[in-house]
């Protein structure tokens, strides 16, 4: 470590708890003697508590390994700590502890004097927690401790305190005492859950503001941006004035940043976890809530250094889940552990996996729905009549996940005994995927006329449109992160879903009231579910049914109204 | 400072001058019992006076592990050596094993039958090298685990070993957990090196005059107490959590069926279901995490509902 960037972790509690978790007891031991021009030995024996009972336990050397050795602690009173003033007295006093100089004092000691906290009063002084367990559980009287008299003092004592009745309002001091001065806690009792929880909504607040931040070494694409991914910052801030960027590596093309109108796009070096953990370094302390998609592990350096320089801000974790993926990850891994336990809200897009999570790991898992945003004020209402006899499927065609060559071949196999009916297949086609088109084209020739390929289709009123002309959505994915987007658009647009069992397909058709699933990689039994639900005679029925369904589940604005509850909404 | 002295057949802990007989050797250095007492069959011969013996020249070492060690050992003595029974021994946090060996031999050597279970958050091989090295071991296990929440029988555990050499980070769950584990007339000695924290969590479940304390160095001490005599319970399990987030439900319900649903009423409601959900799941009662969840979205659709 370099003399200077000693000197500026000495700038923030943040930072220097950074230090202590990151350098060794010696290492800050020689800065700190450097900067004092002192001899380590000495500096060691250097008495940084003149009240403590036995004086060797207040030298230097005990205050610093105190400090590493329960810094989890110190970072978690940091936290319960009320007020700007504690918490700068409380850097000071840990600053003081790194290097003992006078300036650290006469700083907590000024900020003591502006005495902000709200309790005036009698304050009834707790010198054994041992004895006064009784009262103090009682949780109404107003408490002093001396928080000065032992090294570990600073932490422990309120820590027992909240042991014994948690939730006291916490007010650190360096005030004149006698002829000295004294470090003390003023602990204010808990208010009523319900009081504080009215008091909190009622206090006005400054938009909130949000970083969703690319998965892996890449950056957000495209077509990401009115995906889930780009429409939930979207709505975070159109509904609730969040202010709110996607960060990642630098991409091109964004077209459909026009769809989201102030959401920004702000561009690291490179997609590495030294480019995200150095952003989120320099950021954290204004970010209000981070949002991740997926827990892969690069995202586990970045959570811990945003929780490190802002322990109070949130991080809300979308699973991007599927049960292939899910079970394969070892939950009981100390370092996913920690991160899973550092994520506010985790969630998944479908009941399913939320329910098999909710059960396999000790995290609370939420379901936000994968929803439909229409990106237009018009009015939308599917009509049975105007729609074709269209099967539509939309993704990534030819791709191992979308497995598209069992829809053609279910579909050639289906051809005769759906005289009339087209497959029209939207998306970009994989270049791998020719060479089996070729021999589909070869085998099925009378078919070019009824199977289309439309392209990648980047305006959404045009793909809108498609999905509007078609009665049945098809999907024949292997696997899916929960219920994909394709499935809420075909819904709102009154599109009949077939589809096969991945996690969530009970949930895409409704178990079955607008749709039908096959087997996955099942040819013959999806071409016998797209007889069954082309000739349906209550196909309309079931078109109403999935938009009437659609509306009441899949819809964006919805689920982001839950997000922000569950993710900004008072604690209790 | 403490000390641990043998004077005249007695070992004496003393401290600030005041001195306190631990074990008085007398009786036992003339029987000269085969131990393990269970184990006649093996023939090497070990008896009381050696293993007495031993335990003297082991120690004290003042200030440091092997002397926690020896007091240990003159604590369980004092105890194993009134019974013929086989003990069952938890070691809570066993870490490097520095602990586990001397656990491992004194159990061993009143009776191979007895058995000691040294519970980590993580596997250590230095463990095992310590534990090989045990002359006589009884039946030794070790368990990775979670502090706080060990799979573990509830009861089963005569003597129980909070090593606080480990940083624990919720030292009032370990002893609680320990209290689970111990039998009503169980034991339980607390180690605490630096451990400040832990220290006083113990301090707040046994009183002074129900424990005993040995003050081995300035930040480590040894403290030792009956299970029977515990005098407080944490706040977590005093308020009944189970109990209170069923009556939540039972709220959360009858809100919902209610007519007149206030907007801060069902936010308030909602905030206390989403707590008690994370209570849920940090303490693995998945059924109960379930149920308010399933209520929590209830209360959000109606919440939903009510907004303009």
């Given at each position: ?101 006078s ?45 000065g ?41 808990p ?22 931040l ?68 320099k ?10 998609r ?31 993926y ?139 449109e ?10 024949t ?24 069992k991945i ?54 604005e ?15 | ?11 004496i ?97 009143f ?48 003597i ?10 919720d ?34 479940f ?9 003050e ?5 001490r ?23 987030a ?63």
């Amino acid at each position: 470590m370099e003399q200077k960037d000693f000197c500026d972790y000495l700038s923030s509690y943040e930072t220097m708890s950074y230090m202590a978790k990151t350098y060794g007891y010696e290492e800050i031991l020689a800065q700190a003697a450097t900067l004092m021009q002192a001899d380590p030995a000495d500096l060691e024996y250097y008495p940084v508590m003149e009240s403590a009972a036995e004086k060797l336990r207040g030298v230097y050397q005990y205050a610093l390994k105190d400090f590493q050795k329960h810094i989890l602690h110190y970072d978690r009173l940091y936290g319960r700590l009320e007020g700007s003033a504690s918490r700068i007295i409380f850097a000071n006093l840990i600053g003081y502890r790194i290097v003992p100089v006078s300036s650290f004092l006469e700083q907590a000691y000024h900020i003591s004097l502006e005495n902000d906290f709200p309790a005036k009063g009698f304050f009834e002084e707790v010198a054994s927690f041992e004895r006064n367990k009784d009262w103090i559980e009682d949780g109404t009287s107003r408490i002093l401790l001396d928080v000065g008299k032992d090294i570990s003092d600073l932490w422990v004592k309120p820590a027992l305190l909240d042991k014994i009745c948690p939730g006291y309002g916490l007010f650190l001091r360096y005030e004149s005492f006698g002829e000295g001065c004294r470090t003390v806690i003023y602990a204010t009792p808990p208010k009523k859950t319900l009081d504080r929880i009215y008091e909190q909504l009622l206090q006005p607040k400054k938009p909130e503001r949000i970083v969703a931040l690319a998965p892996y070494e890449r950056g957000w694409n495209n077509a990401e941006l009115v995906k889930d991914c780009g429409v939930i910052p979207y709505l975070l801030h159109k509904k609730y004035g969040c202010d709110v960027s996607m960060v990642g590596a630098p991409g091109t093309d964004y077209t459909n940043l026009s769809y989201i109108p102030g959401v920004k796009l702000e561009f690291l070096t490179d997609g590495t976890v030294k480019a995200k953990t150095e952003y989120i370094e320099k950021e954290a302390k204004n970010i209000d809530c981070l949002v991740l998609r997926g827990a892969y592990p690069d995202y586990i350096p970045v959570v811990d250094t945003y929780k490190r320089y802002n322990p109070m801000g949130k991080v809300f974790l979308p699973l991007d889940a599927n049960s292939l993926y899910m079970d394969r990850i070892q939950w009981t891994d100390p370092d996913f552990k920690r991160f899973m336990g550092q994520c506010d809200v985790i969630s998944t897009s479908g009941p399913v996996m939320q329910k098999h999570l909710n059960e396999k790991w000790p995290w609370v898992i939420e379901h936000i729905p994968n929803g439909f945003y229409r990106f237009s004020d018009e009015e939308w209402n599917p009509v049975f009549e105007k729609k074709e006899n269209i099967i539509l499927t939309a993704g990534r065609l030819g791709s191992e996940q979308k497995a598209t060559h069992v829809l053609l071949e279910a579909f050639a196999e289906a051809s005769g005994q759906l005289p009339g009916w087209e497959l029209h297949l939207a998306g970009h086609v994989e270049a791998s995927f020719g060479e089996y088109l070729d021999m589909f084209w070869e085998k099925y020739p009378g078919l070019k006329e009824r199977v289309r390929f439309l392209g990648h289709i980047t305006d959404r009123k045009t793909l809108y449109e498609e999905y509007l002309k078609s009665k049945v959505f098809a999907l024949t994915s292997t696997w899916e992160g929960g219920t994909p987007n394709v499935v809420a658009e075909a819904l709102y647009a009154g599109n009949v879903i077939a589809i096969t069992k991945i996690d969530e397909y009970e949930e895409a058709t409704d178990g079955g009231r607008c749709g039908m699933a096959a087997e996955i990689g099942d040819v013959a039994g999806f071409r016998n579910i797209l007889v069954t639900l082309c000739k349906e005679q209550d196909l309309e029925a079931m078109s109403r049914h999935a938009y009437a369904y659609a509306r009441k589940h899949y819809d964006m604005e919805r689920a982001v109204e839950k997000l922000y509850s569950l993710i900004f909404g008072e604690e209790a | 400072m403490g000390d641990l002295i043998y004077r005249e057949n007695q070992f004496i802990y003393t401290e600030q001058g005041k001195e306190r007989p631990l074990l008085d050797c007398g009786d036992y250095l003339s029987n000269k019992s085969r131990i393990s007492m269970h184990c006649l069959e093996d023939q090497d011969i070990y008896t009381l006076p050696d293993l007495l013996t031993d335990i003297r020249k082991q120690g004290p070492c003042r200030g440091n592990d092997a002397f926690a060690a020896a007091l240990i050992d003159v604590l369980l003595a004092a105890r194993l050596i009134r019974t013929s029974q086989p003990v069952r021994i938890l070691e809570y946090g066993c870490l490097g094993g520095k602990f586990s060996y001397y656990l491992a031999s004194i159990a061993g050597a009143f009776c191979e039958a007895s058995s000691l279970v040294c519970a980590c958050d993580r596997m250590d091989m230095e463990w095992m090298e310590q534990v090989a090295d045990v002359k006589k071991l009884p039946r030794v296990s070790f368990l990775a685990g979670d502090y706080g929440d060990l799979p573990l029988q509830k009861g089963y555990f005569d003597i129980i070993l909070i090593n606080g050499t480990v940083d624990f980070v919720d030292p009032c769950k370990v002893v609680s957990d320990a209290l689970r584990l111990a039998s009503d007339d169980g034991i339980l000695l607390c180690y605490t090196d630096a451990s400040p924290l832990l220290e006083g969590v113990f301090k707040l479940f046994f009183e002074k005059d129900k424990r005993e304390d040995y003050e081995i160095s300035a930040f480590a001490r040894l403290m030792c107490a009956k299970a029977e005599d515990q005098s407080w319970t944490p706040w977590e399990e005093k308020q009944g959590f189970e109990k209170n987030a069923e009556k939540h439900l039972r709220q959360a319900q009858d809100l919902l069926m209610g007519d007149t649903k206030d907007g801060r009423e069902l936010a308030g409601m909602l905030n206390i279901l989403k707590q008690d959900a994370k209570t849920a799941a940090a303490t693995g009662r998945v059924g109960l995490k379930l149920r308010l969840q399933e209520q929590k979205e209830k209360l959000m659709d109606c919440e939903r509902r009510k907004r303009p």
